[in-house]
């Protein structure tokens, strides 16, 4: 049986999938990954079913050492520095290692969530549909907490899972999403307890995600000046939604993201479209960038493209292929079974 | 019967998968339950394409997922849901189970009860038999896993938020506010006052439904000793029943 065991572990390292929809009624938030193009990504790379929980990394990665099986790893979001014993290899691609090898992973760049994943997946017990990690409520993932060093992560079998290891290494080219300067959205429920002026004033005005930022939102800067509501801050508190903009009682924007709060009772001007929630989520720190209103027409047919994009995101697929003059070690490789050790830098 | 706003209840699209159903804008006990009931006549006659609904205090929220189905056949669907009766006439919550909760009140963990109480102008004593006394329903769950907000308690105890909010409550904690009672299953930060603790946790992930005490139950709290409160907490930690299905 195969697992990693963890020798150095950032501070918000945690299994992430979908999430689980259907028990906000209980005041239980979705949650689930922030990036799901990501997972998917990361998924295709390997031939797992596309909603397979991975480990997320925020800003920081960690170091794991393969314990017992040959693996097959795959990375996706924010690229970082990957080694294996020390040797650079692509992000955004798969690579098969052997026991007792050491993979790590450095610091993010530009954007914020990365992400790993093992062939057939991490073994663990689903909680409510979902392994995705609540840490604040302590429950789903690795024992309901985010995962640190000491810990050894099971992997599932692949033989028992019926997936296939392809030793041939492949990797998918960087997604345009990680690079978006305008966010897509729609009027709010409430933002009619906005001036003209104010909701004129999202529209027109430069953001920026501060540092202020985690999986439950990203508060934002910009030169707009306050978004105060006309109104005072007596509405009564209903749903929040992912991607709602909320204006705090002090004009201040944040974005709620995957692992908002329920239910809120602060006013919220606008949402994000289902479609720039990936987008939104990896902003960088600082990038300046705009929102930019679609009817809900507009943000439907945006969803289908990203659905049709993600359907066929396996034809995107392309072999890492290595110059031989960068296999400076080739003989150390064991050729014969097709297992390809990492450590093509290309 | 009071009179409501004649514009509600509305239907109005909340971002480009979700659609809300407002009965009001301000929390009304009478519309809660109207609330309630529909939420109940949804779960029994669902809406293709849709994923999820969830009430809140005077709303509901339906999730549809917009590659299956349009915001307008929703709409047109909550529509003609909304239009079979008057929901917000003698709203009746179905089969509500009603729940007799332990509250050891004041003392170390209700650091708030003093200041209510004076707010109250009350003793003590009053104050926790006006809270203990009041028939409170399960209007929502929110915030946080588990965490149900109860009302309405008596007129007098419509009292103003802390404009400091404390960091952290433990769980259990019983705050009070605007009427309401708020009972959370985990340590959370809040803006209401601490009057108590139930040894009561309504989260457990690996049940289904998760929580014990759920949208439209009755609550009655009573008062118990610091002793009896450690002797129930420890049951509750131990995964036991503490409180009383009546």
């Excluded at chain 2, 056949?73 to 003609?80: C, D, K, R």
């Excluded at chain 2, 929502?140 to 308690?153: D, E, Q, R, S, V």
Aim: proline share 5%.
């Amino acid at each position: 049986m195969g697992s990693l065991s963890v020798i150095e572990a950032g501070p918000g390292i945690s299994l992430q999938d979908y999430g689980r929809p259907g028990y906000q009624r209980y005041g239980i938030t979705e949650g689930g990954v922030m990036d799901r193009w990501a997972l998917a990504e990361v998924n295709t790379l390997l031939g797992n079913a596309v909603d397979t929980a991975a480990l997320e990394m925020i800003a920081m990665g960690g170091s794991f050492k393969v314990e017992g099986d040959v693996l097959k790893l795959a990375t996706s979001g924010a690229e970082m520095d990957l080694q294996v014993d020390g040797a650079a290899v692509p992000w955004r691609s798969s690579f098969t290692v052997q026991p007792g090898q050491i993979i790590r992973c450095g610091y993010a760049k530009k954007s914020i969530y990365s992400y790993l994943q093992v062939a057939a997946g991490f073994d663990c017990t689903q909680v409510m549909g979902s392994f995705s990690t609540h840490s604040r409520s302590g429950f789903g993932g690795f024992n309901g907490r985010l995962v640190s060093a000491g810990d050894e992560l099971p992997v599932m079998s692949c033989v028992a899972s019926g997936v296939v290891i392809n030793t041939q290494p492949q990797r998918l080219p960087i997604a345009d999403y990680l690079s978006r300067e305008t966010i897509r959205v729609v009027w709010g429920t409430q933002a009619n307890v906005f001036s003209t002026e104010v909701r004129q004033a999202l529209l027109n005005s430069s953001f920026s995600v501060s540092a202020m930022r985690d999986r439950m939102g990203a508060r934002l800067s910009t030169d707009a000046g306050s978004l105060a509501a006309d109104t005072g801050l007596s509405g009564v508190s209903d749903a929040v939604l992912i991607g709602d903009i909320q204006i705090a009682g002090d004009g201040v924007a944040t974005v709620l993201l995957a692992d908002r709060q329920p239910t809120g009772g602060y006013p919220r001007i606008a949402t994000v479209i289902t479609a720039d929630l990936d987008a939104i989520s990896q902003m960088p720190t600082g990038k300046a960038f705009r929102f930019e209103l679609v009817t809900a027409t507009q943000a439907v047919d945006a969803l289908q493209n990203r659905k049709q994009a993600l359907d066929r995101l396996d034809s995107n697929l392309t072999s890492v292929t290595r110059r031989p003059e960068d296999i400076t070690d080739l003989l150390s490789y064991n050729l014969i079974d097709g297992v390809i050790a990492p450590g093509a830098n290309h | 019967m009071a009179s409501y706003d004649p514009i509600f209840p509305d239907i109005v699209p909340a971002g480009d998968s979700a659609a809300l159903v407002r009965f009001s804008q301000t929390l009304d006990f009478n519309v809660n339950a109207a609330l309630l009931e529909f939420d109940n006549y949804i779960a029994s006659s669902p809406i293709n394409g849709v994923t999820e609904v969830s009430p809140a205090l005077v709303s509901l929220l339906v999730r549809f997922d917009p590659l299956q189905v349009s915001y307008k056949e929703v709409e047109t669907q909550l529509q003609q849901m909304l239009q079979l009766k008057d929901w917000l006439l003698k709203p009746v919550v179905k089969d509500p189970a009603h729940w007799r909760i332990p509250v050891y009140y004041g003392g170390e963990t209700g650091t708030d009860l003093n200041e209510v109480s004076q707010l109250l102008g009350v003793s003590e004593a009053d104050a926790i038999e006006q809270h203990s006394q009041a028939r409170l329903r399960v209007l929502t769950l929110g915030f946080a896993p588990g965490c149900c907000y109860l009302g309405m308690l008596p007129e007098a105890w419509n009292i103003p938020r802390l404009k400091v909010i404390k960091p952290q409550v433990p769980a259990g904690s019983i705050l009070v506010a605007i009427g309401q009672t708020v009972m959370p299953s985990a340590a959370m930060p809040t803006g209401w006052r601490c009057i108590g603790r139930t040894p009561l946790n309504n989260f457990n992930a690996t049940k289904l439904p998760p929580v014990q005490v759920k949208h439209g139950d009755t609550v009655q709290y009573y008062p118990v000793s610091a002793r009896e409160f450690k002797k129930l907490q420890a049951a509750s930690d131990n995964g036991l029943s503490v409180i009383e299905h009546v």
